[in-house]
C-alpha cells in the first residue's frame, strides 16, 4: 500500500459519509400523499438518473439512505425493497420528515467522530467522482458545508451549464461530539450560510445534473447551452441529446438572454455571480479536481 492510499483510508476511518434522498416523503411541499401515477413517473427518474449514478461512483465508502414514506402503496414498498438490493437503504418514515428525524437516523448507524451527510434529490444524476471529490475535502471539520459549485441542468434532451453557490447537491462535515448530528437538512439549500461557514469548490467538470422535467416543483432551465458530449463521460446513466449545430446555437443565444433578464430582474443575483468565479479560482478552493 503505498503513503498517499494509506492516509486516504486513515482519513475514511475517521468519518461516516451518508448520501440522503428523500422520495415521498411528507414536508412542507408535499403534505399529502402522492398519486400512483406520480410514483410510476418518479420511480422512472430514479432508476434512469439517480440510482446509475451513485451506484457507479469511484469511492465506494459511503451508506446511501432513501427516505420513504411509511404508509406508501406496497406495491411502490416492493419495488424500491427490489431496487435497494446492493444499492440502497431504504428507511420508512412514519409521519413527517424533519431535520431531528433525520439526525437520529444517521446518530444510530455510525460511531466515528465525524459524519459527512450530502443530499441528492430521487430525480437528479451525480457525476462519476462526486462522492470522491467531497470526501476529498474532509480536513477534520468542526462544521462546515461543502458547495461543489460546477453543475449543469438536462431538460428535454438538451444540457446547460449551470454553476451555482446554492445547490441542492450540498454537503455538511461535522463533529457533532456528544450533541446529535445536525446533517445537511439542517436548513434549506439555498439557507446554509445561516448555519455555518461554506466551501465552494472548483472542479474541472460538472459534478452534478439537475433533470428538468416538468415535474420539479422550483427548478427551471437558467444556465447556458452546451454540447451534451462535454458531460456524458462523467455521468454513468443514460444521457441522449439534441445537439444540432443550429440548435445549440440559438440555445446559448437564448440563455444569455435568459441570464441577462435575470440580472436586471434581480441586481442582487450578480453577487452569487461573483462568488461562483471567485470559487473556480485555486486559491479560493484550495485547488482545483479532476
Given at each position: 500500500m503505498t503513503q498517499e492510499n494509506e492516509t486516504l483510508e486513515k482519513r475514511c476511518h475517521m468519518f461516516a459519509h451518508f448520501v440522503l434522498t428523500r422520495f415521498n416523503v411528507r414536508n412542507s411541499y408535499h403534505l399529502t400523499e402522492p398519486s400512483d401515477a406520480w410514483l410510476i413517473d418518479r420511480l422512472a427518474l430514479f432508476k434512469k438518473f439517480c440510482i446509475p449514478s451513485l451506484?457507479?461512483?469511484?469511492?465506494?465508502?459511503?451508506?446511501?439512505?432513501?427516505?420513504?414514506?411509511?404508509?406508501?402503496?406496497?406495491?411502490?414498498?416492493?419495488?424500491?425493497?427490489?431496487?435497494?438490493?446492493?444499492?440502497?437503504?431504504?428507511?420508512?418514515?412514519?409521519?413527517?420528515?424533519?431535520?431531528?428525524?433525520?439526525?437520529?437516523a444517521i446518530a444510530s448507524r455510525t460511531g466515528r467522530p465525524y459524519i459527512i451527510t450530502t443530499r441528492v434529490d430521487n430525480d437528479d444524476?451525480?457525476?462519476?467522482?462526486?462522492?470522491?471529490?467531497?470526501?476529498?475535502?474532509?480536513?477534520?471539520?468542526?462544521?462546515?458545508?461543502?458547495?461543489?459549485?460546477h453543475g449543469a441542468q438536462f431538460a428535454q434532451r438538451k444540457t446547460y451549464l449551470r454553476p451555482y453557490t446554492k445547490n441542492p447537491f450540498i454537503s455538511l462535515i461535522e463533529r457533532p461530539d456528544s450533541s446529535a448530528p445536525s446533517t445537511v437538512f439542517v436548513t434549506h439549500h439555498y439557507r446554509v450560510q445561516e448555519k455555518g461557514t461554506i466551501?465552494?469548490?472548483r472542479t474541472s467538470h460538472p459534478m452534478w445534473l439537475q433533470v428538468v422535467h416538468g415535474g420539479n416543483i422550483l427548478n427551471e432551465v437558467v444556465g447556458l447551452r452546451i454540447p451534451g458530449t462535454t458531460i456524458s463521460r462523467h455521468f454513468e446513466c443514460e444521457l441522449s441529446f439534441q445537439d444540432g449545430f443550429l440548435d445549440l446555437s440559438l440555445g446559448f443565444l437564448g440563455g444569455l438572454g435568459r441570464i441577462a433578464i435575470r440580472f436586471m430582474r434581480k441586481p442582487a443575483r450578480v453577487i452569487e455571480a461573483v462568488k461562483v468565479l471567485r470559487a473556480f479560482h485555486p486559491s479560493q478552493s484550495g485547488g482545483s479536481f479532476s
Amino acid at each position: 500500500m503505498t503513503q498517499e492510499n494509506e492516509t486516504l483510508e486513515k482519513r475514511c476511518h475517521m468519518f461516516a459519509h451518508f448520501v440522503l434522498t428523500r422520495f415521498n416523503v411528507r414536508n412542507s411541499y408535499h403534505l399529502t400523499e402522492p398519486s400512483d401515477a406520480w410514483l410510476i413517473d418518479r420511480l422512472a427518474l430514479f432508476k434512469k438518473f439517480c440510482i446509475p449514478s451513485l451506484s457507479r461512483q469511484s469511492e465506494k465508502e459511503f451508506e446511501w439512505l432513501v427516505f420513504v414514506d411509511s404508509k406508501s402503496p406496497l406495491w411502490f414498498l416492493a419495488e424500491m425493497e427490489s431496487l435497494a438490493v446492493e444499492t440502497f437503504e431504504m428507511v420508512l418514515v412514519d409521519g413527517a420528515f424533519d431535520c431531528a428525524y433525520v439526525s437520529s437516523a444517521i446518530a444510530s448507524r455510525t460511531g466515528r467522530p465525524y459524519i459527512i451527510t450530502t443530499r441528492v434529490d430521487n430525480d437528479d444524476a451525480v457525476a462519476r467522482d462526486f462522492v470522491e471529490v467531497i470526501q476529498s475535502c474532509f480536513t477534520n471539520q468542526a462544521f462546515e458545508f461543502i458547495n461543489l459549485v460546477h453543475g449543469a441542468q438536462f431538460a428535454q434532451r438538451k444540457t446547460y451549464l449551470r454553476p451555482y453557490t446554492k445547490n441542492p447537491f450540498i454537503s455538511l462535515i461535522e463533529r457533532p461530539d456528544s450533541s446529535a448530528p445536525s446533517t445537511v437538512f439542517v436548513t434549506h439549500h439555498y439557507r446554509v450560510q445561516e448555519k455555518g461557514t461554506i466551501r465552494n469548490i472548483r472542479t474541472s467538470h460538472p459534478m452534478w445534473l439537475q433533470v428538468v422535467h416538468g415535474g420539479n416543483i422550483l427548478n427551471e432551465v437558467v444556465g447556458l447551452r452546451i454540447p451534451g458530449t462535454t458531460i456524458s463521460r462523467h455521468f454513468e446513466c443514460e444521457l441522449s441529446f439534441q445537439d444540432g449545430f443550429l440548435d445549440l446555437s440559438l440555445g446559448f443565444l437564448g440563455g444569455l438572454g435568459r441570464i441577462a433578464i435575470r440580472f436586471m430582474r434581480k441586481p442582487a443575483r450578480v453577487i452569487e455571480a461573483v462568488k461562483v468565479l471567485r470559487a473556480f479560482h485555486p486559491s479560493q478552493s484550495g485547488g482545483s479536481f479532476s
